[in-house]
């Protein structure tokens, strides 16, 4: 069985920093595409940040580049979101999702084959 577990969300003050940690179970890590994705409170789902097998493409939304920093250890099984210089309008639930298919279009969450449950941040004074 699958499992993605998302974890080190929390409350923040503008201008700080978290990051998060996406535990993977039951699949070829490896193997697989990792994204992060958030869901802002009466927002759509936004990608946010993706890293490939090998952690040589990294492609961000335009909003977090310069601030946000993905990466993965494929030998623990884990993806990490590095933010920094955090907003308000940041506050989302943050979820990881894992795809196996090649050339895909990282920011369409059809391509995604599982999901976590996501872990909280809020940014706020």
């Known amino acids: 069985q699958v499992q993605l577990v998302e974890s080190g969300g929390g409350l923040v003050q503008p201008g700080g920093s978290l990051r998060l940690s996406c535990a993977a179970s039951?699949?070829?890590?490896?193997?697989?595409?990792m994204t992060w994705f958030r869901q802002g409170p009466g927002k759509e789902r936004e990608f946010v940040a993706g890293i490939n097998w090998t952690g040589n493409e990294t492609p961000y939304v335009d909003s977090v580049k310069g601030r946000f920093s993905i990466s993965r250890d494929n030998a623990k099984n884990e993806v990490y979101l590095q933010m920094n210089s955090l907003k308000p309008v940041e506050t989302a639930l943050y979820y990881c999702?894992?795809?196996?298919?090649?050339?895909?279009?990282?920011?369409?969450?059809?391509?995604?084959?599982?999901w976590g449950q996501g872990t909280q941040v809020t940014v706020s004074s």
């Open positions: 999702a894992a795809a196996q298919r090649l050339g895909i279009n990282y920011s369409d969450g059809l391509s995604y084959d599982y």
């Open positions: 039951g699949l070829t890590f490896s193997a697989y595409i």
